[in-house]
């Protein structure tokens, strides 16, 4: 049955999912690639519509594949498909414009983020409620990390202790994203690398391991397991 999402709530969510998918390996839109027999983007478009501050949800999709992706979608939950950009910048800049009047929190999250728990986008909306600019989730870094030359030497150890491996969703002030993305000179990996550029603080919440990105075949494989093995306590 479709989700309805909340019409009190006050959240959007951009769901960037217009990537290939190259690290992947070859195959279709990585956000149309199956988890357990469904898309990537179904995964995460499920998730995240039950999550209860969810007003709006707008989904960038690869451009051949909107109509699809519409369709797809339709019986998961209600969302706007538009067509995605070259980069993932571009992708989170046309999801953006798409949203209407009304939510004044906007949380950008990777489909390939595909077992985000609905808990942390609520977690990162009531930060950005709470009165803060920009939030994301973090995650210590575990391995010792080292700066090495092009040519396999190293040059030294980093300190990881003030290092955070960042995840999404990652949230804003409606406001405060759309200045930046209408200020971005260079494509940035993140949209916090933009606000950060406009000098706006971005606060850490505790990430998820579920909320691992799927960037090649390895990482595919352990969301299957996951999903088989240890769902997501709450998350059907
Ligand atoms: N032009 C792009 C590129 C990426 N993305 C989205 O941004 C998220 C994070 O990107 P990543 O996981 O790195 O995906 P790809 O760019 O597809 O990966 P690759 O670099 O392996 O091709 C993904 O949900 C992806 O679909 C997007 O909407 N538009
Ligand atoms: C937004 C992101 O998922 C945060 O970790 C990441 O920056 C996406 O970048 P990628 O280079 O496409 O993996």
Request: net charge neutral; with cysteine; glycine share 8%.
């Amino acid at each position: 049955m479709t989700a309805q999402l909340n019409p009190r709530g006050d959240v959007a969510v951009l769901v960037p999912a217009a990537g290939a998918g190259v690290r992947l390996g070859p195959g279709a839109p990585k956000a149309l690639r199956l988890l357990a027999g469904e898309p990537l983007l179904v995964h995460a478009v499920r998730r995240i519509a039950t999550a209860p501050s969810v007003h709006t949800i707008v989904v960038a999709a690869p451009p051949a594949e909107v109509e699809a992706v519409r369709q797809l979608l339709a019986p998961i939950a209600e969302s706007t498909v538009v067509v995605g950009g070259s980069t993932r910048q571009a992708s989170v800049a046309a999801a953006l414009a798409a949203v209407p009047a009304g939510p004044e929190i906007v949380l950008v999250h990777d489909a390939a983020r595909a077992l985000i728990p609905p808990v942390l986008v609520e977690a990162v909306a009531a930060t950005i409620r709470a009165g803060h600019d920009a939030a994301i989730p973090v995650l210590p870094v575990i391995d010792t990390v080292k700066e090495v030359s092009a040519d396999g030497v190293v040059l030294g150890t980093v300190d990881r202790s003030a290092l955070r491996a960042v995840q999404t969703p990652q949230g804003f002030r409606r406001a405060v994203l759309a200045a930046a993305h209408a200020s971005a000179v260079d494509a940035l990996t993140d949209d916090a690398g933009l606000v950060e550029k406009q000098g706006v603080r971005v606060t850490c919440v505790p990430g998820s391991p579920y909320a691992m990105k799927i960037t090649q075949p390895f990482d595919l494989a352990l969301a299957e397991h996951l999903l088989a093995t240890q769902p997501e306590p709450g998350v059907a």
